[in-house]
T-cell receptor, first 115, second 112 residues
Framework: DAGITQSPRHKVTETGTPVTLRCHQTENHRYMYWYRQDPGHGLRLIHYSYGVKDTDKGEVSDGYSVSRSKTEDFLLTLESATSSQTSVYFC??????????????FGPGTRLTVL | GDSVTQMEGPVTLSEEAFLTINCTYTATGYPSLFWYVQYPGEGLQLLLKATKADDKGSNKGFEATYRKETTSFHLEKGSVQVSDSAVYFCALGTPSGYALNFGKGTSLLVTP
């Protein structure tokens, strides 16, 4: 199994509070991704990173920011959580551009509930 | 844009039945195609992949053939087990893309 951990695994928070989710990898892969999973929507890309301090937006990036100061860590921050951000969040990594030559490997997920 | 459409579930089968989960795609160029499986409470695991037309991906008794003429990548298994109960996601990746495009997932329940 790819060495990907996510923390916390579960979190309940209140509307308006900041939340940071962490993804940690031990594979030294260049690409890292944050997805959210919601019923009826599959997985949707929030942000991704193609190197240290190199990040870009995905299709559902509003309300989220990311940072990557080290190869192994990719942080997802909800600056002011809203109920619409209640979801399961997955981190993924890839050795190369994830989706063509190189498959993505997924972490175990973080279940976030915003009350 | 690039997208994947897969059959809606849930799909309920008896043990040892034949499984087909349909997946069709829209993409420019020549994408790579993947099937991922998600067991309850877990992340997604790569089940199989195919990177060019007519390739057949296979793993754990599951198979899927990349059909460019029908833009399809249907997942099949000859005899399902209760342990195959999970959600299955079809996905595609393109040379110009940076991530995967996922279908909405198909839930499979196999009963004894």
């Amino acid at each position: 199994d790819a060495g990907i951990t996510q923390s916390p695994r579960h979190k309940v928070t209140e509307t308006g509070t900041p939340v940071t989710l962490r993804c940690h990898q031990t594979e030294n892969h260049r690409y890292m991704y944050w997805y959210r999973q919601d019923p009826g929507h599959g997985l949707r890309l929030i942000h991704y990173s193609y190197g240290v301090k190199d990040t870009d937006k995905g299709e559902v990036s509003d309300g989220y920011s990311v940072s990557r100061s080290k190869t192994e860590d990719f942080l997802l921050t909800l600056e002011s959580a809203t109920s619409s951000q209640t979801s399961v969040y997955f981190c993924a990594i890839s050795a190369g551009t994830g989706g063509y030559y190189n498959e993505q490997f997924f972490g175990p997920g973080t279940r976030l509930t915003v009350l | 844009g690039d997208s994947v459409t897969q059959m809606e579930g849930p799909v309920t089968l008896s043990e040892e039945a034949f499984l087909t989960i349909n997946c069709t795609y829209t993409a420019t160029g020549y994408p790579s195609l993947f099937w991922y499986v998600q067991y309850p409470g877990e992340g997604l695991q790569l089940l199989l992949k195919a990177t060019k037309a007519d390739d057949k991906g296979s793993n754990k008794g599951f198979e899927a053939t990349y059909r460019k003429e029908t833009t399809s990548f249907h997942l099949e298994k000859g005899s399902v087990q209760v342990s195959d109960s999970a959600v299955y996601f079809c996905a595609l990746g393109t040379p110009s893309g940076y991530a995967l495009n996922f279908g909405k997932g198909t839930s499979l329940l196999v009963t004894p």
